[in-house]
């Protein structure tokens, strides 16, 4: 069964760090994207950023630029995300989410461009929470 699973959340304070990791199992994640979304107390669940399977980081928060960094480990099947100089704003449910590519006759392969809207999602995690307070 596909699934994916979120772990590494907690609670940090302002300035601190934090690595978030969605680990997939079920399916072959370098035919994926991996978009990571938020959602706080309250608000919608946004996209934050995102990472295709040519290791392409796409952001879609600008608050983030700059303090976040998307990484992939295909042969680990897990996607992974450093949170630094985390702000109060920052806290959230975090999801990671997969939308699957298509076959790309041009470079006689997969090619899966990041997504930021949850309809394009095939899988998502549960969710890990982020809580930034001092």
């Known amino acids: 069964q596909a699934q994916l699973v979120e772990s590494g959340g907690g609670l940090v304070q302002p300035g601190g760090s934090l690595t978030l990791s969605c680990a997939a199992s079920g399916f072959i994640l370098d035919a994926f994207a991996i978009t990571w979304f938020r959602q706080a107390p309250g608000k919608e669940r946004e996209g934050v950023l995102c990472?295709?399977?040519?290791?392409?980081?796409?952001y879609y928060a600008n608050s983030v630029k700059g303090r976040f960094t998307i990484s992939r480990d295909n042969a680990e099947n897990t996607v992974h995300v450093q949170m630094n100089s985390l702000k109060p704003e920052d806290s959230g449910v975090y999801y990671c989410a997969a939308s699957l590519g298509g076959w790309d006759p041009r470079i006689n392969n997969v090619r899966a461009e990041c997504q930021s809207a949850p309809d394009f999602m095939r899988y998502w995690g549960k969710g890990t929470p982020v809580t930034v307070s001092s």
């Open positions: 990472i295709n399977n040519n290791n392409e980081a796409t």
